[in-house]
């Protein structure tokens, strides 16, 4: 019976993209890097990924700090909760679910964003980036929240959208369920580990249907 459900926050509960992505472009400009030209609907995540690294533009870089910057700035005209997963969200609580945030955005930056997208849903732990932490797909995080409810690896399922999320539940011992309409690849869907790739929001309410919590 899964009592702990650990979500991905960009790309999986709260689409992000297009004003993260204009942050970056932003900064890469501020700092004379070429900004990255590949539409964002149609962008390949880990090449998005290695492009900001191989320009010195990753984290632990002062591009990463002034980005943070920005997005804080940033009025977030494009950004809004994925449609229906404020109501699933919702229900996996009506069902006695504790619901925790994992993600690689900066923690307070995390919190934030919980506070205004997701106002009427409890997540009990809300895990970011901080700095001297590793983060996914290293397992420390996701195991920090794991450990604090004292629940076993069987009853826990992190969710997510791309590659990264893939290496963490792997890493972590845990079952995954992946989506599609977050960033992820054909490579991500294809991968044999998760438990369900799904392509809607409602789809997680399976997980309880099947378990009849």
């Known amino acids: 019976m899964k009592r702990l459900f650990i979500f991905d926050l960009d790309g999986m ?3 992000t993209f297009e004003d993260s992505y204009n942050c970056v472009n932003r900064v890469l400009e501020e700092f004379n890097i070429p900004p990255y030209t590949e539409d964002f609907n149609n ?3 880990p090449t998005f990924r290695k492009y900001l690294n191989d320009n010195n533009a990753g984290k632990n870089t002062p591009v990463y700090d002034r980005y943070i910057e920005l997005y804080k700035e940033d009025p977030l005209t494009n950004t809004r909760p994925y449609p229906g997963i404020i109501q699933v969200l919702k229900k996996l609580e009506e069902h006695g679910v504790t619901l925790a945030i994992c993600s690689n955005r900066e923690e307070k930056t995390v919190e934030k964003l919980a506070e205004k997208y997701f106002n009427e849903v409890n997540f009990k732990h809300i895990s970011g980036y901080r700095k001297g932490v590793p983060d996914k797909p290293n397992p420390y995080r996701v195991n920090e929240i794991i450990n604090n409810e004292n629940v076993s690896l069987e009853e826990v399922v992190y969710l997510g ?7 963490v539940a792997i890493n972590a011992g845990i079952d995954l369920v992946l989506v599609t309409y977050g960033q992820g690849s054909r490579e991500d869907y294809e991968n044999p580990y998760p438990l369900m790739v799904i392509s809607r929001a409602e789809e997680i309410l399976d997980l309880i249907k099947e ?3």
């Open 43 to 45: 962008l390949h995540y």
């Open 161 to 167: 959208d791309k590659d990264a999320d893939v290496k």
């Open 211 to 213: 378990e009849n919590i």
């Open 13 to 15: 509960i709260l689409d």
